[in-house]
């Protein structure tokens, strides 16, 4: 196994050097040894030790507590202080910086090998922390939804920056603020406040409007072991484009409702014609046909529906109603004689009236044809 290694920054010789035998008798490392707090910065940039224990009084303008600060800013490595002062004020002011361990002079090596195991352990922890943070902001950021973590009384610990653009401010602004706040602004809704006030232990899902944008927002809980909610995880879908498309839906229902009805009514009036009554296709097939029609043809409207309108003509017929008759028409109406023939094939003799009623890009793609008996 790798031994750990020790940067130790002593400025008295004797204790530097029993400091050494010592830690190498615990079987440690030491890379190096500094004597001021210079020294001993440029030295952890240099040899990057694993621990580091600092004399508190040191020679030199720089005393150990202010080279630790910068050690922990610049290099994030552990410093254990070692002093010969065990007062309150020396204390505290070491503890302001934070140190992984407190060792006072005259030391034994049981405590010093605790104090240097313990610090070893707290830095391993705290970089498992940080990638975990790491880790956890890379996933909230591997997506586009909006993703934030609040604790239990609304704190945001993390979002990502969907959902911090969504907010109209950057990450670390939104971080330890209340998400409460954002209320006021629309980063958030009131139906999502409401929701996390409640306190439950499940996840909830519902859909809510900000501003212009609507989104399907889910609440995640994540409990203690005894079940308790502690921290909670927003997830926000963009679904405005569903909901315009499920508008633009009810639309066309609507439209389309309104047309059948009047479809409806357009029916009900061709039905109590006296005359026939037939709609065709842009090619003279037949869409519709009236309840006169059916029963002066003698058949139902089922047996000539997709038929086209020469197929009820009789073999004497002269009036060309064929392909063309509605390929290449551009009257506003025509009419003529035509001779139809009944399901039993008897001649009928009818005055047509053609006309069309539906246009695409300004080509006719519906007719009416009114067929009215021929008098005389």
Not at 33 to 61: C, N
Not at 64 to 76: M, Q
Not at 259 to 273: G, H, I, P, T, V
Request: aromatic letters at 8%.
């Amino acid at each position: 196994m790798e031994k750990s290694k020790i940067l130790v920054v002593e400025d008295e010789f004797v204790t530097a050097t029993a400091l050494q035998v010592s830690l190498e008798g615990l079987g440690f490392e030491v890379v190096g040894t500094a004597d001021t707090g210079e020294d001993a910065i440029q030295s952890a940039g240099d040899l990057r030790p694993d621990v580091i224990l600092m004399d508190i009084q040191l020679i030199g303008d720089m005393n150990g507590i202010a080279a630790a600060g910068i050690i922990k800013e610049k290099y994030a490595i552990p410093v254990i202080f070692l002093t010969g002062q065990s007062d309150d004020a020396t204390i505290n002011k070491a503890l302001e910086s934070e140190p992984f361990g407190y060792i006072v002079k005259p030391f034994e090596e049981k405590n010093l090998k605790t104090s240097i195991t313990m610090a070893l352990y707290k830095r391993a922890m705290d970089e498992k922390l940080r990638r975990s943070e790491a880790t956890i902001r890379g996933l909230l950021n591997a997506t586009r939804d909006e993703t934030a973590l609040t604790d239990n009384d609304g704190r945001i610990l993390a979002v990502n920056e969907a959902f911090a653009q969504s907010a109209k401010k950057p990450v670390p602004e939104l971080e330890n603020t209340v998400i409460y706040e954002l209320i006021k602004t629309g980063g958030i809704s009131m139906k999502a406040a409401d929701e996390m006030q409640k306190k439950g232990t499940g996840p909830i899902s519902f859909e809510e409007q900000l501003g212009e944008r609507w989104f399907d927002t889910t609440l995640y809980s994540i409990n203690d072991a005894d079940g308790i909610r502690e921290q909670v995880a927003i997830f926000r879908h963009d679904i405005t484009s569903l909901k315009s498309a499920e508008r633009d839906l009810k639309a066309a229902n609507e439209q389309l409702g309104a047309e059948k009805e009047r479809l409806l009514l357009y029916a009900a009036a061709l039905d109590n014609m006296r005359d026939c009554a037939i709609i065709t296709h842009g090619l003279g097939q037949i869409v519709y046909v009236n309840a006169t029609f059916e029963k002066r043809f003698g058949c139902k409207a089922a047996d000539v529906l997709e038929k086209k309108i020469k197929d009820l003509a009789h073999e004497d017929n002269q009036f060309d109603i064929g392909d063309n008759f509605f390929f290449d028409y551009k009257d506003s109406d025509r009419q003529g004689l035509f001779l139809g023939k009944n399901a039993y094939g008897v001649k009928i003799p009818l005055t047509v009236t053609c006309k069309p009623i539906l246009y695409s890009n300004k080509k006719a793609t519906h007719f009416v044809l009114v067929l009215r008996e021929k008098m005389g």
